[in-house]
């Protein structure tokens, strides 16, 4: 089982539409909760992140994490073409875990905004 | 532009021949990593930097890949008697490990094609 698992997709929705993208983990250290958006053939960016549990809002876009589930959403309002890309969930352990807190990916979900 | 820089943006190669990527991350950044990407996958982790210190390397990372960081700032991929299944996105990245979140921040990447 991998430590991070995200659904591909892909993902093809109307423009307008509420998109929510969802990732799991199995690893009860990770505290840091990120999405990246990759459009393509660029690297990914840094969307929106979260410390530990709880809700984070930024403009169209939230971000979830539920550590009693070990899941993490990222939800988009009012979906517009030009968030067609794949988004990229990473998470890594807090500080407790020493320096070593590498970023473990999902694998991305492919995400389509029809207009 | 202060962003990660990488070059070059594209290479294609026969197969067996070496080739070399360079890196050059964000200023002040103590972090530098690696990734390889395929089409539909998250970034796979090959190796990072803590200044001039290697301090992890995939199991990915055969005996034909090496990175150097010599003095702690750019950093070099080199990829010996390349494979077609070599042929990628590689990925450079650079973070500052402080207190707090490790946001890694994404080169544009060095798409790499080998015939």
């Known amino acids: 089982q991998k430590e991070v698992e995200q659904d591909p997709g892909p993902l093809s929705v109307p423009e307008g539409a509420i998109v929510s993208l969802n990732c799991t983990y199995s690893n009860s250290a990770f505290q840091y909760f990120m999405w990246y958006r990759q459009y393509s053939r660029k690297g990914p960016e840094l969307l929106m992140y979260?410390?530990s549990s709880g809700n984070k809002e930024d403009g169209r876009f939230t971000a979830q994490v539920d550590k009693s589930s070990k899941y993490i959403s990222l939800f988009i309002r009012d979906s517009q073409p030009s968030d067609s890309a794949t988004y990229l969930c990473a998470m890594s352990a807090g500080r407790s875990a020493g320096n070593n807190r590498k970023l473990i990916w999902g694998l991305g979900t492919s995400l389509a905004v029809n207009p | 532009d202060t962003g990660v820089s990488q070059d070059p943006r594209h290479k294609i190669t026969k197969r067996g021949q070496n080739v070399t990527f360079r890196c050059d991350p964000i200023s002040e950044h103590n972090r530098l990593y690696w990734y390889r990407q395929t089409l539909g996958q998250g970034p796979e982790f090959l190796t990072y930097?803590?200044?001039?210190?290697?301090?992890?390397k995939s199991r990915l990372l055969s005996d034909r890949f090496s990175a150097e960081r010599p003095k702690g700032s750019f950093s070099t991929l080199e990829i010996q008697r390349t494979e077609q299944g070599d042929s990628a996105m590689y990925l450079c990245?650079?973070?500052?490990?402080?207190?707090?979140?490790?946001?890694?921040?994404f080169g544009p990447g060095t798409r790499l094609t080998v015939l």
């Open positions: 930097f803590q200044n001039e210190a290697q301090l992890e």
């Open positions: 990245a650079s973070s500052l490990l402080g207190q707090g979140l490790n946001e890694q921040f």
């Open positions: 979260t410390y």
